[in-house]
């Protein structure tokens, strides 16, 4: 085993901020307090716990008292909630007396229900056969409009072929009465 070294002896003198002098000596078994600052040192440490004692247990109390009212708004709010059962009975009851009512009217308007189900299906037929025939109709009518536009269209060009040909025809007949055309039909230049 390597020799140990050994420390040098010291004196370190501090001065208490507070009470006392401690004195600190270094020795081969550590450092040691002389006996006025032992009891000095213990008196601050039995404060110091006394303090942290005082302060734990109004921190105990504290949260104690928090957890207490906790639990009383807990129970508060529980004592308020209201059953689910409660209102799925309420529920199935008002189900109940819905049926029960819609039966009841069943039975008394039945027939009734029945006849206004014929009378309003055969509306619909009549209705539907109705639109059908009027598109039919529009139909024919529109084929028909077409057909006489066509045969108006047909006639104006007809009767504008003939204007174009009577004009040419009178231009013609001026030409011969007045002689402005050679024998070759071109137009002859007074002058």
Known sequence: MPPKKQRKSRKVVEKDVSEADFVLQDSPSGFRLDAFSSTTFQTRRQKLYEE??????????????????ARAHILDMKSQEVDAGHFLKEHIRQQSRQNDAYKEWHKSSGTFVAQLGQQRSSMID???????????????????????????????????????????????????LIGTHDKKGRERKWG
């Open 126 to 176: 009549e209705t539907s056969k109705t639109l059908n025939m009027a598109a039919t109709e529009r139909n024919s009518t529109c084929r028909q409009f077409s057909k006489e536009a066509r045969m108006q269209v047909e006639k104006s060009k007809e009767e504008e072929k003939l204007a174009t040909d009577a004009s040419s025809l009178i231009r013609h007949y001026k030409s011969l």
């Open 52 to 69: 942290a004692r005082d302060s734990a247990k109004n921190l105990v109390a504290t949260h104690v008292q928090l957890l207490e009212q």
